[in-house]
């Protein structure tokens, strides 16, 4: 049974930096990568990264957030630079293997003024 467990949230400040990470356990999985969800908003994807090392991120992280993963360790992280108020959401992990993609429980992430 694949598991994912994230680690790193918190509360900072913002303009402040946080980074999440997430391991995840069995194979190693095509994608992996991060979405969030806003009180009352709708999950949304923030950053993808492939296990070639491919990325993609949306258009309101770009040149603030990065996404690594690293393989052997079945890892990906989210370093997360000059954050807004707008940052502030429950962060899921994902991990996909063909036809099914696999989520982690979520980690808070506030920022605050």
């Known amino acids: 049974q694949v598991q994912l467990a994230e680690s790193g949230g918190g509360l900072v400040q913002a303009g402040g930096s946080l980074g999440l990470s997430c391991a995840a356990s069995g194979s190693i999985f095509n994608v992996m990568g991060w979405y969030r969800q806003a009180p009352g908003k709708q999950r949304e994807l923030v950053a993808d990264?492939?296990?070639?090392?491919?990325?993609y991120y949306a258009e309101y992280v770009t040149d603030r957030f990065t996404v690594s993963r690293a393989n052997a360790k079945n890892t990906v992280y989210l370093q997360m630079n000059s954050l807004k108020l707008e940052d502030t959401a429950v962060y899921y992990c994902?991990?996909?293997?063909?036809?099914?993609?696999?989520w982690g429980q979520g980690i808070q992430v506030t920022v605050s003024s």
């Open positions: 990264i492939t296990s070639g090392g491919d990325t």
């Open positions: 994902h991990a996909d293997l063909p036809g099914r993609r696999h």
